[in-house]
């Protein structure tokens, strides 16, 4: 779990440093077997979310973490990175707000950034 712990450490940072809007944590790891946390996290546009994307992955691969998956990355609507004990999303404002993770992955808790 530490190592999850670490990998969500560095992906929070990542999209703090590229000013990502509302990151959320959630601990995941009691309610499901995909992963132990989901990140969530907004840009202001197409062009901030492939870039808060690039940095996630830049930042994780100097970490040595491997990234086993990445969905949707372009159109700059919605990209996933798939970390396995970590599971990123990345949305524009209006994508975040139509499919809320949050509401359904509301069994998960909450971890604020200073827990990490």
Partial sequence: MEHAKNMARTAWHALDEKKGEDIRVINISQVSVIAD????ANGSSNSQVNALVDNVEEKMHEAGFTLKQREGYG???????????????????????????ERIWSDGMEVAPEEL
């Fill in 37 to 40: 946390y989901f990140i969530i």
């Fill in 75 to 101: 159109a700059g609507t919605w990209v996933l990175l798939d970390y396995g004990d970590v599971i990123i999303h990345v949305f524009d404002r209006e994508n975040r707000s139509f499919y809320n993770l």
